[in-house]
């Protein structure tokens, strides 16, 4: 399923609001605002401290950059090819905001202190956002939306985003969530799939997959399993799911050698493209 673009910044907030409804109780002790913390903010009530988490910055990782589909193979043998999804920084402006009447005893600061620490605390307890916190499209989200709680020191950015937004520096914590977001259709259908024409334009390219299994029964995936193609000398890796990806290969007869630490050695000879589209290899163990 495609994530809206116009819901995941929403269903991000309500995924916050519920962290922090997990650690603090329902209801929560204090007021939870999004609002531009600009001049003109104020605390929501007269007797409650606000929290506001205010996303000012949504770009893409391109660390965590990624062309290749991913490939889940389904019980009648055919495929669904997904296209990898985009990985999305959101970063937010948490700031605490004392109400009219700050706690007897102590001034406004204190109060806004205390609640920014309690937050801290509470965020930091989620690198990953968990799955029974994750709201509305962002459920079932892979992989795990994870996050970071303190930035590095960026004293001259901080200060240019408050000047920015017309707002006096005060204490706040920046802190950054980074989301996948589909933004293609999955298709499906069987493993092997035309890639289109060589440089040449006279051959049909093809692309192929498979995974590899171990010996048990009910059989399970062999991660980081060696796979060569012996005609070409490509090699190739199994994923966490001990699938394996060969794109670019003319038609053909191949033999495909799998290796594996505590495998015996396997082999299968294959035939591109096949009608099954099975190119699935199972290893004896040593």
């Given at each position: 399923m495609i994530m809206s673009n116009l819901s995941v910044i929403s269903d991000l907030d309500r995924t916050l609001e519920q962290l922090f409804l997990v650690e603090f109780g329902n209801p929560l002790t204090f007021d939870l605002s999004f609002a531009l913390p600009n001049r003109d903010f104020r605390p929501l009530?007269?007797?409650r401290s606000t929290?506001?988490?205010y996303l000012y910055q949504?770009?893409?990782?391109?660390e965590l950059r990624n062309v290749e589909p991913i490939l889940r193979r389904n019980a009648d043998g055919s495929v669904d090819k997904i296209p990898a999804p985009v990985r999305v920084n959101l970063s937010y402006c948490i700031t605490a905001?004392?109400?009219a009447q700050p706690t007897p005893g102590g001034g406004p600061e204190l109060d806004e202190h205390t609640l920014?620490?309690?937050a801290l605390q509470a965020l930091l307890k989620y690198p990953l956002l968990l799955a029974p916190l994750l709201q509305g499209s962002l459920a079932g989200q892979e992989p795990l939306p994870?996050?970071?709680?303190?930035?590095?020191?960026?004293?001259?950015?901080?200060?240019?985003f408050w000047t920015a937004i017309g707002g006096e520096l005060r204490p706040s914590l920046e802190y950054k969530v980074t989301v996948a977001l589909p933004y293609q259709q999955p298709t499906s259908g069987p493993i092997i799939t035309t890639m289109g024409l060589d440089l040449s334009g006279d051959q049909t390219l093809y692309s192929i997959g498979g995974s590899i299994?171990?010996?048990n029964t009910p059989p399970n995936p062999v991660a980081s399993a060696w796979v060569r193609l012996s005609q070409t000398g490509q090699t190739y890796t199994s994923d966490e799911n001990g699938r394996f990806l060969i794109e670019r290969i003319s038609s053909g007869?191949?033999?495909l050698t799998v290796r594996a630490v505590g495998f015996q050695e396997g082999s299968l000879a294959i035939n591109v493209p096949a009608q099954s589209g099975n190119y699935d290899i199972h290893l004896q163990t040593l």
């Open positions: 009530s007269q007797t929290l506001n988490c949504i770009n893409e990782d391109r905001w004392s109400p920014l620490s309690l994870y996050t970071t709680a303190i930035l590095p020191d960026t004293s001259k950015a901080t200060s240019d299994w171990d010996s007869n191949y033999t």
